[in-house]
């Protein structure tokens, strides 16, 4: 051990606190060298290191990973940018982001991808880039794989952005293109045809209370999205991931879909666990957000659904605008969405406080599931020697209110202003650098955050009906038709 020792210098020890995985927690002290985890044990057992940090009293747990964010750079930076976005995970314990395509402009092709990974030169923690699959990009999908993106996403219902829904058979050719790649493609699983319809007619009819969202995008919508999703994806043998699960009823076509060997994941997010429909009257145009925030009975089936697996993470859809783009008189004029990055996991260890999910279960949705559905793991949503110290130190004891002025995002509003939690995250490292410590940014991690292409591996993919996708029966064609008809 002492020979063990005196092998190399250690960069920290995080020292005296229990750390804890998805199944068990343990006091351990941990040390990172070069980024990596290189030793969880005894303190006996530790390397010298260049700095010791006490951490007796708290929970080092995995830095979330966080599979939907939207910081609105290019193009909407009064909202957000990528300096504030992950100023914002840092500051929420958050390590590892996933950038939604709806900028302007929409991250469609390699060109709009380089641009993206040039704003994002400024993050405080890593991210993940996702590309658009839309109607008109089926030809860009191909070069946004090649060109390094590390998912993509479908909107299958309007929202923020405006992106037109791609329609089924487009939606069918891209996932024939990706199928093969193994990344996995994140459904905004509402349809929009139905809400187009619904909210007209409301419209119409002068209809403009808060409430009247709900009315515009009726859980049916997101059952109907999820189950054609599913249905495409069993058949290309496409991965799917159902973003942002906000009712009862999409969980019996998300669970059967998983039944058939369909490889789909699904998230929810804080507010559908902690708000419901009577939060509407108190909010009013604050709580918009797509999809709706439902009814209380959604919110307890959500929270079955995560204990029993059926829902996999929690992410938070952090989709900030500015107060005067949220509060409208009617509902139809204001933005929908809010932030929530950096309330993610204060709002959720709450809940461990309040005794509705274990901290091992959160270190599960948060970060281990994630990273699996992702391809980070091993390497990260873990703490053992050689994965990533990607690390939030959390404090169970500590006790804040939520202040939308407090926040680091530049969207300071908020459904959950005066909230009082206990339990925030105190410490973040990202590759074993504080980027918040003692709860404050660490301005100089500004740029520390990495694109996560280099330690993402999608498992080997299974693509199916191969012969019968667009690309085999165009070039089968092309091949037939140069003999000439007959
Ligand atoms: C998101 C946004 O503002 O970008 N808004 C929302 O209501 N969730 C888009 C989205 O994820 O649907
Ligand atoms: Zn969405």
């Not at 509003?413 to 709860?439: A, N, S």
């Amino acid at each position: 051990m002492s020979d063990f020792k005196t092998d190399f210098i250690a960069d920290i020890v995080l020292s005296g606190g229990t750390v804890v995985s998805s199944k068990t927690r343990f006091k351990a002290d941990v040390a990172i060298k070069d980024g990596l985890v290189v030793a969880v044990g005894e303190a006996s057992a530790m390397p010298a290191a260049k700095e010791v940090v006490d951490v007796s009293g708290k929970h080092v747990i995995p830095g979330a990973i966080d599979a939907h964010v939207h910081f609105r750079e290019p193009g909407y930076t009064h909202k957000e940018d990528w300096e504030t976005g992950t100023a914002a995970a840092a500051m929420g314990g958050t390590t590892t982001v996933f950038e939604m395509p709806n900028t302007n402009p929409p991250t469609r092709s390699v060109k709009e991808l380089r641009q993206k990974q040039d704003a994002a030169k400024k993050a405080h923690v890593d991210f993940g880039i996702y590309g658009l699959l839309a109607e008109d990009n089926v030809d860009e999908l191909q070069g946004l794989v090649d060109g390094g993106v590390n998912a993509f996403k479908c909107f299958m219902g309007n929202t923020f952005g405006n992106l037109p829904s791609p329609s089924t058979g487009a939606m069918l050719e891209g996932f024939e293109i990706i199928a093969p790649t193994g990344l996995r493609i994140s459904l905004h699983a509402e349809t929009a045809s139905i809400m187009a319809w619904r909210q007209e007619r409301l419209m119409k009819a002068g209809i403009h209370h808060a409430l009247a969202h709900i009315g515009a995008r009726p859980a049916v919508v997101a059952a109907e999205a999820v189950s054609r999703a599913a249905v495409l994806a069993e058949w290309t043998g496409a991965r799917i991931h159902v973003l942002h699960i906000s009712s009862a009823a999409e969980l019996r076509p998300l669970a059967e879909a998983k039944a058939r060997g369909v490889d789909v994941t699904g998230e929810t997010c804080p507010c559908y666990l902690l708000l419901d429909s009577r939060d509407y009257e108190r909010l009013g145009s604050i709580i918009r957000v797509n999809p709706p925030v439902r009814e209380a009975s959604d919110s307890e089936a959500i929270w079955a659904a995560l204990k029993s697996g059926v829902v996999d993470m929690i992410a938070t859809d952090h989709a900030p605008h500015t107060p005067e783009e949220k509060r409208k008189d009617v509902i139809w004029e204001a933005d929908c969405g809010f932030p929530g990055v950096e309330t993610q996991m204060p709002l959720m260890l709450n809940e461990v406080a309040n005794g509705r999910i274990t901290l091992e279960h959160y270190v599960k949705i948060s970060a281990e599931n994630p990273a699996k559905a992702f391809g980070l793991w091993p390497m990260k949503g873990r703490i053992e020697a050689g994965a990533l110290a990607d690390i939030a130190v959390v404090d169970l004891d500590r006790s804040e209110t939520i202040r939308a002025e407090n926040l680091h995002s530049r969207g300071k509003i908020t459904p959950f202003e005066g909230v009082t939690v206990k339990g925030v995250p105190v410490h973040t490292l990202v590759r074993g650098r504080f980027v918040q410590r003692d709860r404050k940014l660490v301005p100089e991690s500004r740029g520390w955050g990495r694109q996560v292409t280099d330690v993402q591996k999608m498992p080997t993919p299974e693509p199916k009906n191969t012969d019968q996708t667009l690309a085999a029966l165009l070039h089968s064609g092309s091949a037939k038709t140069a003999g000439g008809p007959r």
